[in-house]
């Protein structure tokens, strides 16, 4: 039986740590299926058939993104104790991000089994755009995130315990989250408003428009921006084959498609080739 792994990642950053748990769970000898938040529509997920399953994402205002906080609050009550386990990227301050969706689904009868939280390189990539140039992958990073997949497939298999990797929250980090959360929207749509489009880069291909998570981009001759519903994760940015879109307060930004555009990447099957060659 496949264990699913669903995430959302903005930058590529997430997806990329979704990758070597998954293989770290190879490893132990499971399959499993990756599922990007967008092709949540495409499937049918039944959590009451699963052994176990995992969902991450990057860290937005000390919580998880708005929109799989929002798809985890309507996944439906279990009947049997469901294993899960939760994994996000942040910029060092996760805040109660985990414990909060921990909590959601406790309460629906799933079993929390393991959390990780992996500090990324990049930071903020929105505003400091060029920061990808200088900094690199932690290979200590990497191989902790393959590690949690291999020790979360021995939990799985002998039916009990936690590997609990979260960061340790601030001080106060609940009430400063409290304050993010009610401040969390109206920056959303203030900011999202300062996006710009070049009509003469635009060749209409809609990728804006497929890539958004909260599918508030509606192209016409023009992508039209509903702005309470974006949540700035910069997808149709990224994505643009001809930066058509840019952030007016950066016009000229260059913005890192993906985890490899940082120095230190090893690609996840690399890894587990190492590994198997140690064993």
Same mark, same amino acid.
């Given at each position: 039986?496949?264990?699913?792994?669903?995430?959302?990642? #903005?930058?590529?950053?997430?997806?990329?740590?979704?990758?070597?748990?998954?293989?770290?769970?190879?490893?132990?000898?499971?399959?499993?299926?990756?599922?990007? $938040?967008?092709?949540?529509?495409?499937?049918?997920?039944?959590?009451?058939?699963?052994?176990?399953? &995992?969902?991450?994402?990057?860290?937005?205002?000390? /919580?998880?993104?708005?929109?799989? %906080?929002?798809?985890?609050?309507?996944?439906? %009550?279990?009947?049997?104790?469901?294993?899960? $386990?939760?994994?996000?990227?942040?910029? &060092?301050?996760?805040?109660?991000?985990?414990?909060?969706?921990?909590?959601?689904?406790?309460? +629906?009868?799933?079993?929390?089994?393991?959390?990780?939280?992996?500090?990324?390189?990049?930071?903020? #990539?929105?505003?400091?755009?060029?920061?990808?140039?200088?900094?690199?992958?932690?290979?200590?990073?990497?191989? *902790?995130? $393959?590690?949690?997949?291999?020790?979360?497939? +021995?939990?799985? %298999?002998?039916?009990?315990?936690?590997?609990?990797?979260?960061?340790?929250?601030?001080?106060?980090?609940?009430?400063? &989250?409290?304050?993010?959360?009610?401040?969390?929207?109206?920056?959303?749509?203030?900011? /999202? *408003?300062?996006?710009?489009?070049? /009509?003469?880069?635009?060749?209409?291909?809609?990728?804006?428009?497929?890539?958004?998570?909260?599918?508030?981009?509606?192209?016409?001759?023009?992508?039209?921006?509903?702005?309470?519903?974006?949540?700035?994760?910069?997808?149709?940015? %990224?994505?643009?084959?001809?930066?058509?879109? $840019?952030?007016?307060?950066?016009?000229?930004?260059?913005?890192?498609?993906?985890?490899?555009?940082?120095?230190?990447?090893? /690609?996840?099957?690399?890894?587990?080739?190492?590994? +198997?060659?140690?064993?």
């Amino acid at each position: 039986m496949k264990i699913p792994i669903v995430y959302f990642s #903005s930058s590529g950053n997430t997806e990329y740590i979704a990758q070597l748990i998954s293989e770290g769970l190879k490893f132990a000898n499971f399959e499993t299926e990756l599922i990007p $938040f967008n092709s949540l529509e495409e499937k049918s997920l039944d959590f009451n058939t699963f052994k176990a399953f &995992g969902i991450g994402a990057p860290v937005y205002a000390m /919580s998880l993104t708005p929109n799989i %906080r929002d798809w985890v609050k309507k996944i439906p %009550r279990v009947n049997r104790k469901i294993k899960f $386990f939760l994994f996000d990227t942040n910029a &060092g301050f996760p805040g109660p991000s985990i414990k909060n969706i921990r909590k959601i689904l406790e309460q +629906k009868n799933f079993e929390f089994i393991g959390a990780i939280e992996i500090v990324v390189p990049t930071r903020d #990539s929105v505003f400091d755009t060029n920061l990808f140039k200088y900094v690199k992958w932690s290979r200590r990073n990497i191989e *902790r995130s $393959f590690q949690f997949g291999i020790i979360l497939g +021995k939990i799985i %298999r002998m039916g009990k315990g936690v590997l609990d990797w979260s960061l340790t929250p601030l001080p106060f980090s609940r009430v400063i &989250g409290a304050y993010f959360k009610v401040l969390e929207r109206p920056f959303y749509n203030i900011f /999202s *408003r300062l996006f710009g489009f070049n /009509s003469e880069k635009c060749i209409k291909c809609k990728t804006c428009e497929k890539e958004c998570p909260t599918k508030a981009i509606n192209f016409q001759e023009r992508p039209i921006i509903n702005h309470n519903r974006c949540m700035f994760c910069f997808r149709c940015m %990224r994505n643009c084959p001809t930066n058509a879109l $840019f952030l007016k307060l950066l016009p000229k930004a260059i913005y890192f498609k993906g985890p490899k555009n940082i120095r230190g990447y090893i /690609s996840p099957d690399q890894l587990l080739e190492e590994y +198997k060659k140690r064993v």
